[in-house]
């Protein structure tokens, strides 16, 4: 059965001590059985955050990795570095790495292979930009990130998949998509994974919402059948939001 699963994506926010200061919070919390909550701090924070919380419920993730496995690549992080430091978890493909670091889907193909083998769980993103949307090309794009990114792993391979669904013009903008376009889009990715792989293998992956969720939203878009969770930006920062969205479900 999949999971239902929360994860803070704090991107390039908190330093060590605010990491801290959120830990100390954070672990005064009772949190739900039914629900799997992942942090994914900085790299600086991440062995800090893996000692911390060793005896709670809560998953650790990376935000990104290199796709080799060492080597002469300055300023990169490896699979094998992230274990080392406690993160069996990597977000790959978040649109802020396609569009800004220029990551496009040979690159993410390679990563993933890269996590796949170091036996990480990979959270795959993809989304859609508004342009796309208006345009009525977005079951399109994502059928093609997926295609490209991820449809050349194993049958086996799924168990280490999450899938993210951010559509792009929802991150950091307040502008959530509806629960009915979501749980769209969700059920669509879930049917061309059945489609590429099997029913079976589709019904099992955990499918992610991303972009704007917030305490106040995310009742009703984890009410969504397709939808089995979010993946939180600002609103993972606090915990007193972040955990008023685990409590949604
Ligand atoms: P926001 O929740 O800040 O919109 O960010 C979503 C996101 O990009 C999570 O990866």
Known sequence: MRKKIVAGNWKMNNDLDETELFLAELKKQVFPEKVVIMIAPPFTSLNHAFKSLRDHNVELAAQNMHQNNEGAFTGEISAKMLKSVGAKTVILGHSER?????????ILAAKVNTALENEMTVIFC???????????SHFDLIKKQLSEGLFHVSDGAWENIIIAYEPVWAIGTGETASPEQAQEMHKFIRKIIAENYSKAIADNVSILYGGSVKPDNAAEIFGQNDVDGGLIG??????????????SF
């Open 98 to 106: 396609r569009a800004l670091f220029n990551e496009d889907s040979p």
């Open 126 to 136: 993809i989304g859609e930009e508004l342009e796309d949307r208006k345009k009525g």
């Open 234 to 247: 600002g609103a993972s920062l606090k915990v007193d939001s972040f955990m008023k969205i685990v409590n």
